[in-house]
Every structure is written in C-alpha cells, then in structure tokens.
C-alpha cells in the first residue's frame, strides 16, 4: 500500500519519533503512530478521521498532543486531542478553533501553547492544566532498620 509519511517531533527522551502514516488515494487509514528510536517498532497511537495538523510530546514523553479537523458540516475547525502513549483512549484538550498549525507544550508539563493560522490573521494562545490528574503513587513498605 503506497503511503505517505510525515514525520512529526522527537520525544524529550530522544527515544521515540511521532509520525503520521496517510496512504495516498485513501488506500487505507489514516494513522498517528510513534517510532522507537532505538529498535525502529512502531505504535498506531490514533485512526483520527482527518490529517493530523499538528503534534508535541509532553515533557514526561508520556503523552502527545495533536490537532486534527473537527468532524462537524464544514467549520473547518481543528481540534487538539491528547493520547497517552502507554495506552488508553484520547480524548479531546477542550481546544476548536479554526488553522490550528502549531502546538507547543512547556517544559512544565502545565502550560500549552497553539498557534492558529486563518487568513488575515495569526494568532497565539495558551493553555493551563490540561494534562489528567496525576495518580497519586501507592504506598511503599519500608523494611525495619536492620540493627
């Protein structure tokens, strides 16, 4: 199957590389897919309905954030979505907007930043706290100081 591939960023790690699988002349499914750096596997992380515009690791190369179209009568909107990378299902930031070209997320891992681009005008934005909770870590059982 003849396919394009458009790669996208490297993890923070420098492990993994982000890329988008679109077989030309809709000869299969679009895919959102990670690489392994180190042995070349791949991962479909997401079948999104339309190209992806956009993509950024999370700090913690846990997550990726990316932007595909929105599936709604021809608003030509974008939507920014987040997939953990271990697993699970994406789910949408909470982010429409028309020409989202860009996204950017700060090394703190609480801060997003996208970059919409609808002729005449660009604009940026910025997000806080998108990412999920974190869970809180189980308790660790000490042994008794040896004497």
């Known amino acids: 199957m003849p396919a394009g591939i458009f790669p996208g960023p490297l993890s923070p790690d420098g492990q993994r590389l982000v890329f988008m699988l679109n077989p030309f002349d809709g000869a299969g499914p679009k895919e959102l897919m990670i690489l392994s750096v180190r042995d070349g596997s791949t991962k ?12 950024a690791w999370t700090p913690d190369a846990r997550y990726v954030v990316y932007g595909q ?6 608003n030509r909107s974008n939507e920014l979505w987040l997939v953990d990378t271990t697993g699970g299902q994406p789910r949408p930031v ?21 970059v919409t681009m609808t002729p005449p005008n660009q604009q940026e934005w910025l997000l806080e706290n998108f990412l999920p909770p974190a ?5 660790k059982l000490l042994a008794p100081p040896k004497k």
């Open 44 to 55: 479909s992380l997401r079948k999104p309905t339309g190209t992806v515009t956009t993509s």
């Open 69 to 74: 179209p929105k599936d709604d009568a021809g």
């Open 94 to 114: 909470g982010i429409l907007h028309q020409g989202i070209q860009g996204v950017a997320v700060h090394p703190d891992g609480k801060h997003l930043a996208y």
């Open 135 to 139: 869970k809180p870590a189980a308790p």
